[in-house]
Every structure is written in C-alpha cells, then in structure tokens.
C-alpha cells in the first residue's frame, strides 16, 4: 500500500469514519493508540499530528476519551456533525 499525503481534514474524516464503521458510539471504545498507529502508518509525512488532530476532535466535542485518553469513541450527541464531516470527504 502507497503512502498518502493527506490533509488534516482528510485524516480527521478517516478517523471519525473509521470509528463510525466499527460502531463506536459512547459506549463502545477503540485503543486510541492503535488509531494513531493505523492511520500514521499510511500517512506520506510525518504521522505525529494525527495525536493532535484527535486532541483537538476531543477539545471539539467530536470523540470522547476514557481511561485518561487511553481509548475513544464517537460522541453520539454529535452524530449529525459527524456524519457531515465524513460525507465532505466520500
């Protein structure tokens, strides 16, 4: 698989639609390291923003950490704006 030069808008669509595929809304949580380590390895540059990026989801409201930041998951109180982010991008 080629590595790919994404925005940080792109990578935020990807996480979020790939939680929302797996179904993970609220209760249902994914290793936020084995995120970062997804999505980083597919990444052209540098994969150290994808953390950031999934911070500043958080700061927003759009995922929810648990365990101090260990796991996420969608924010189901803000399913609308996420379907809308994922739809931009697909």
Request: aromatic residues 6%.
């Amino acid at each position: 698989m080629s590595k790919k030069d994404l925005t940080d808008k792109e990578i935020e669509a990807t996480i979020l639609d790939k939680l929302a595929r797996k179904d993970m809304w609220s209760g249902t949580y994914r290793p936020t390291d084995s995120m970062i380590k997804w999505i980083s390895n597919r990444l052209k540059h540098n994969g150290r923003r994808v953390k950031i990026i999934i911070d500043d989801m958080s700061k927003r409201g759009l995922i929810l950490f648990k365990k101090s930041g260990a796991v996420i998951s969608l924010n189901p109180q803000k399913r609308e704006e996420i379907l809308r982010i994922i739809g931009e991008l697909y």
